[in-house]
């Protein structure tokens, strides 16, 4: 039996006579939910899923007067061990998961935070709408969790992230005291319902006018960041609008129980451009002539990605030439087939001209598309069967450079890993200079753990060498947290650390997470035993 299993029992027991929800204090729920998608393992004391705003207010008040952790969960697909905790888990996803209204004139809807993405896109299907960014684990990951990482997806390039698409936000505070957060609307017109909500918006603003140049000068010059927390956006506005700040704040600021987002017609039609280089300097001026041509997104895959694929596939071997260094897969959408596809061609024939390229192909159906994205999507499968007891870890998996700077970027992790003896394979987002890296590590042996150590530093100097962020849209988590002073100095941290102190002085808001907890090493965090196979390669 563990150590907290009276604590664990005692605390259920208060919660069921408070909460009407689900109150999931067994051991094998506090099994299920010490896990996510991520590699880390911390047991809560329990988990409860709430029906209504008011069961999280209860848990809320009752563990604040306790000093216990809640960690929001939605789908628990994070991969940066954020939603997992040692306290209460609320699980968004057994009854807050309707879709509340939609208003296709308007074209918003309003949600919970446990509806998933795929659900939200079902109900908007036969309206002929969708919410734009698309990370690929959304038949699992829900809009309480996008916002709390505020996710993106292949499409940032045309569709932004999930923060641009939030109209408003209903959370519950530190307190348990119900707020809403509304785009474009300054805090303190709302204040007075709240005496919470009036010392956070006084607070908030006092701080973010001391910091002002600070933020300015700090600030990451990238086009996606999910790291720290986004004060970048809202100093230097007139009014206070905190719902940039509350996006990607993974659940340590408040908690979300609603939200009100905006939608966008689904696109009718796409067009896809495979380019094949034979050098990694040739990346940034195609990305250049594409973009000149409005893509939706731009994604890389390189050399190594590249070569698993020639090897592991005859046909792939056959159709990509073996000089290939980088290949890029631009994608054009819209409203009007024959727009896009000029588009489309527009932006082939400027590559074509460029004479940067190995080759270039175009797709206008389905079919044709599919055998475009092979490139890409038969690597996961093949990097799930590579011999030895390496796996693929997300580790350095996520970070962004301006992307003037992803040459440098590439080459820098290239040398990195060479010289610690790490396979690696790579693959992004171009146009926003955002870098997935799978790299293969073995979590039992004692050497490869303390790499990760050594990997998280050196990748945090790389990138802030070149102006980057660790994390375009996976966020923090665990994993991060303790690295975000390393890349953004003692003083941006100190400032991150008040933001956490206005909006939380108990640190009961999924603590160790944005801040880490003093002393925390991210790696004793990890069980190192082996766990059953199962889908670890990136999207
Ligand atoms: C195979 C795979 C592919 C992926 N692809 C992408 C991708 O393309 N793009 C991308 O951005 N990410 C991707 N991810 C990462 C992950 O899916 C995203 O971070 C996603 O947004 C998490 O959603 P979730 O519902 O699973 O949230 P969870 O993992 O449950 O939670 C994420 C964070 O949000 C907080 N949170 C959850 N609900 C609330 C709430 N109600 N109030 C406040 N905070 C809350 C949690 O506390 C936690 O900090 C991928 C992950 C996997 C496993």
Known sequence: ????????????????????????????????????????????????????????????????????????????????????????????????????????????VEVDPGVTLQELNAALAPHGLRFPPDPSSGDAATLGGM?????????????????????????????????????????????????????????????????????????????????????????????????????????????????????????VHVATLRILLDALEKVAPVVEALRAHGPSGIELIERAMIDLVRGGDAAMADEVPPATRSALLGEFDGLDEREVDDRAAAA???????????????????????????????????????????????????????????????????????????DAFLFGHAGDGHLHVNVFLDRNDPYDRRLMRILMEEVTDLLRSLGGTLSGEHGDGLMRAGYLERLFGPELMGVFRDVKRIWDPAGILNPGKKVPIEGEDFVSRIPARPRPLRRTTLH
């Not at 010059?221 to 990607?248: H, I, M, Q």
């Open 348 to 422: 082939a024939a400027a590559v074509r001209a460029s004479g940067l390229a190995l080759e270039v192909r175009v797709a206008t159906t389905e079919r044709e598309r599919r055998q475009l994205w092979a490139l890409r999507k038969k690597a996961s499968p093949l990097l799930e069967r590579l011999p030895g007891p390496r796996r693929s870890t997300r580790l350095v998996e996520d970070g962004v450079v301006p992307p003037a700077r992803l040459a440098d970027y590439v080459r820098g992790l290239e040398r990195l890993f060479e010289r610690r003896g790490v």
């Open 147 to 267: 916002i709390g990482t505020n996710a993106a997806g292949s499409h940032t390039l045309k569709y932004g992230t999930v923060k641009d698409w939030i109209e408003s936000l209903s959370v519950v505070l530190d307190t348990g005291e119900q707020a809403t957060f509304r785009r474009g609307v300054p805090v303190a017109a709302d204040a007075a319902s709240s005496p919470r909500l009036a010392e956070i918006a006084a607070s908030m603003r006092a701080l973010l006018e001391a910091r002002r140049d600070l933020l300015e000068r700090v600030r990451p010059r990238v086009t996606k960041n999910s790291c720290g927390y986004n004060l970048f956006e809202l100093a230097g506005r007139d009014g206070l609008d905190l719902v940039p700040l509350l996006a990607g704040s993974e659940g340590t600021l408040a908690v979300i129980t609603g939200a009100t987002l905006r939608v966008d017609p689904k696109p």
């Open 1 to 108: 039996m563990r150590a907290d299993a009276d604590r664990s029992r005692a605390v259920g027991q208060d919660l069921r006579g408070l909460v009407r929800g689900d109150v999931l204090f067994d051991e094998i729920d506090r099994v299920l939910y010490s896990t996510a998608a991520c590699m880390f393992e911390l047991w809560p004391l329990g988990a409860v899923a709430p029906v209504d705003a008011g069961d999280v207010q209860a848990v809320l008040r009752y563990a604040r007067a306790r000093g216990i952790p809640v960690t929001a969960r939605g789908g628990g697909t994070g991969v940066a061990g954020q939603s997992v905790g040692e306290g209460i888990v609320l699980v968004f996803t057994r009854h807050l998961h309707r879709i509340r209204g939609i208003d296709p004139g308007g074209r918003r």
